[in-house]
């Protein structure tokens, strides 16, 4: 009898886990221009073999990633991210300072794991002072 009850306790959570799994998943985020922006990776500690990658835009333009120890932060081919962008090397959460209204856009974070690759993205609305 226990054993059955086992079952179907994960099965219940397995279900609950794909129904939620989703939820963060795509996120809006409205700033005003001149503030900083957290963009969350969702993680509390990057693992041992786990890499944080963000992307900026529709065509994936790479400006950060991290693997706990080195951060890289990349600029985009107009230089609008020049001396802006802030990585968390714990977390690998993505802070945008002194936004303006050319860092408008969908910005995606890939946490590249053994096991699984999810993703995130955020589109940041940024509105005038």
Known sequence: MFKGKTVFFWLCFC?????????????????????????????TEIQNGEKIIWTFGSNGSL??????????????????????LKLDKKTGSLTIMNIRTEHAGVYEVKISRSRSSPSYRFTVTVTGE
């Open 15 to 43: 279900c609950l886990d794909g129904v939620f799994a989703g939820t963060d998943a795509e996120k809006s985020v409205s700033v005003m221009e001149g503030d900083s922006v957290s963009l969350n990776s969702g993680l």
């Open 63 to 84: 400006i950060a990633k991290t693997d706990g120890v080195k951060n890289t932060i990349y600029d985009v081919p107009d230089g609008r991210f020049r001396d802006r």
